[in-house]
């Protein structure tokens, strides 16, 4: 019987300390949940603001119909891509100047790679910024890299695509070297932002 006490005894112990530990994680959850959102919105406007320099302010497209391009991109040529934002890209007026679409595929060497793609009203990429990666240092992780992100930049074509040539087209990017399949990644995730815009966008 006295056996029985006992474990009953360890065993409300245990609730015990299980209950007051899961109440502090809740607190600290609590207390840290709004310096991580900001946190994470300050580090999203840096990068909006570096894909679309001219522009003073970005607001979420609330209707952006992301339900339906991403439809539409399952279907596509572009693999394992979709929308999962889109902002407006706003002048000191507040007047829209463009977009800026984050995008992303599952396709790339270390699995997801995320972007966020400058588009102006004319369909012109005013650039793009690597949001998201777990690719290879050396290799994939040079998506971040100026030589490889800035060849994006002006370029209008309705769809772009990897070439290992090093003489790129107008719709046509050099591959990293030994990386294509990164290459190949990135490209399709501007290309979602191009699909987004072509059909979407109002």
């Known amino acids: 019987m006295a056996g029985k006490s006992g474990f009953v005894k360890d065993a409300m112990t245990l609730f015990a300390i299980t209950l007051i530990a899961g109440v502090a994680l809740g607190g600290v959850y609590e207390v840290t949940k709004g310096p991580i959102e900001q946190a994470t919105i300050a580090a999203n406007n840096a990068t909006y603001k570096e894909v679309f320099a001219e522009a003073q302010s970005f607001e979420e ?8 391009c991403n439809a539409g991109l399952a279907a596509s040529e572009f693999g394992n891509v979709g ?12 007047a829209d100047i463009g977009l800026v679409v984050n995008s992303y595929s599952n396709d790339s060497y270390g699995g997801k790679v995320g972007i966020s793609v400058g588009l102006k009203e004319d369909g012109s990429i ?15 992780l040079k ?14 074509a309705e769809k772009l695509s990897v070439t290992k040539s ?3 087209g107008d719709a ?22 191009l699909y987004y815009q072509q059909n979407y966008a109002n």
């Open 61 to 68: 497209i609330a209707d952006a119909d992301l339900g339906g």
């Open 83 to 94: 929308i999962e934002s889109v902002m407006a890209a706003k002048d000191a007026s507040g």
């Open 126 to 140: 005013t650039a793009i910024g690597i949001r998201e990666t777990s690719d290879t240092p050396g290799l994939g």
């Open 143 to 156: 998506a971040k890299d100026a030589p490889f992100k800035d060849q994006y930049i002006g370029k209008t």
């Open 166 to 168: 090093g003489n790129a």
């Open 172 to 193: 046509e990017i050099n591959a990293i070297s030994g990386a294509t399949i990164t290459s190949d990644a990135v490209t399709n995730a501007v290309n979602a932002a």
